[in-house]
């Protein structure tokens, strides 16, 4: 089992993804450098997977473009959707779906979001890293990054990188 699951995704100082009102708008105007380490994230990953509220979030800002085509896409949703050219729609518990995943050799996959099926990850314990960009503003309220839940989870500091204004923090889970 050599494919990695990771949550790959930014955060205010505060520990928000969104607004209460799912604006990033925060986050846009923070001075990065180049694309802050994406494309090199990206090109270790070959699956991407996110769900239903963070699809149509996406879509809405790609005005309808889907950005990950060159990856394998899953959107995990509660009703019934249509797959499309580029993505699967799933309905199914996290932890069996990620075992089948696991089935197949390829690179690392993708947790984009959001604030839900990230929460379920992590109590399945499915996630194995975790690299958060930090931008170095406070919200206030808005859509956590870590739902309060029951569940601990020990990790290791597996390096640091900033791209001007943003640090990236990279985790391993023990």
Same mark, same amino acid.
């Given at each position: +089992?050599?494919?990695?699951?990771? &949550?790959?995704?930014?955060?205010s100082? *505060?520990? %928000?993804?969104?607004?209460?009102?799912?604006?990033l708008?925060w986050l846009f105007?923070?001075?990065?450098?180049g694309?802050?380490? $994406?494309?090199?994230f =990206?090109?270790t990953?070959?699956?991407?997977? +996110?769900?239903?509220?963070t %699809?149509?979030?996406? +879509?809405?800002?790609? &005005?309808?473009?889907?950005p990950y @085509?060159? @990856?394998?896409c =899953?959107?995990?949703t509660?009703?019934? &959707?249509?797959?499309t050219?580029h993505v699967?729609?799933?309905?199914?518990?996290? =932890?069996?779906?990620?075992?089948? !995943?696991?089935?197949? @050799?390829?690179?690392?996959i993708?947790?984009v979001?959001g604030g839900?099926?990230?929460?379920g $990850?992590i109590?399945?314990?499915?996630? *194995?890293e975790f690299?958060? /960009?930090?931008a170095p503003?406070?919200i206030? @309220?808005?859509?956590p990054l870590?739902k &309060?839940g029951? $569940?601990?989870? *020990?990790?290791s500091?597996?390096g /640091?990188?900033?791209?001007?204004q943003?640090v990236? !923090?990279? %985790?391993?889970?023990?």
């Amino acid at each position: +089992m050599n494919r990695k699951v990771v &949550a790959f995704i930014a955060s205010s100082l *505060d520990g %928000y993804i969104a607004t209460e009102n799912e604006s990033l708008e925060w986050l846009f105007n923070v001075e990065g450098e180049g694309d802050n380490g $994406f494309s090199e994230f =990206y090109e270790t990953i070959d699956t991407v997977v +996110m769900g239903k509220r963070t %699809y149509d979030w996406v +879509m809405y800002q790609e &005005a309808g473009e889907f950005p990950y @085509k060159d @990856k394998k896409c =899953y959107v995990f949703t509660r009703s019934s &959707a249509t797959d499309t050219e580029h993505v699967t729609f799933v309905n199914e518990d996290v =932890y069996h779906f990620v075992q089948k !995943l696991n089935q197949h @050799k390829g690179k690392n996959i993708w947790l984009v979001g959001g604030g839900e099926l990230l929460s379920g $990850f992590i109590q399945e314990k499915l996630i *194995d890293e975790f690299i958060i /960009t930090i931008a170095p503003t406070i919200i206030g @309220k808005g859509i956590p990054l870590f739902k &309060a839940g029951d $569940f601990t989870l *020990d990790l290791s500091l597996k390096g /640091t990188q900033h791209f001007n204004q943003f640090v990236e !923090l990279h %985790y391993e889970v023990k």
